[in-house]
């Protein structure tokens, strides 16, 4: 097992439930018209989605984030039902930007993508530098 699959799989391991809200189809849909119309560049429908809260930044990288109006926490996710922009590799996983806003208990916004999440998820904490691997890894998605 690689080190990105061992990581993948504590994160899920020490999560616990996030409650959601269900959705249909068409409402996940127009939410997702909407924030594209505002100008984000990437979106997706997930479910089986996980929260993860960043813990451990550096002061330095802490006060980056407050100036960007960034919060600690991103979203994995294994389940991705729609991706605007690109067709989808079965089984792919997909890791959001740092979180920019929470809206409407459903909308994850990173800087540049929106994720509608269906139904409930799980919640966990990441330590920083563990993020910086599955951000530089290439084997992410395997």
Request: proline share 3%.
């Amino acid at each position: 097992m690689s080190e990105i699959e061992l990581i993948r799989e504590r994160l899920y391991e020490t999560a616990v439930p996030m409650p959601g809200i269900a959705l249909s189809w068409s409402k996940a849909h127009a939410h997702l018209d909407t924030s594209i119309q505002s100008g984000i560049e990437m979106g997706f429908i997930v479910e089986d989605w996980l929260w993860a809260d960043v813990t451990g930044i550096p002061d330095v990288e802490q006060k980056h984030l407050q100036a960007e109006g960034l919060q600690p926490a991103v979203l994995i996710t294994r389940d991705v039902l729609y991706r605007t922009n690109r067709l989808l590799n079965f089984g792919e996983w997909v890791r959001s930007g740092l979180l920019l806003d929470f809206t409407e208990g459903c909308l994850f916004h990173a800087v540049d993508s929106c994720y509608v999440l269906l139904g409930d998820g799980l919640r966990t904490n990441i330590d920083f530098q563990t993020l910086l691997k599955l951000v530089h890894s290439e084997d992410f998605n395997d």
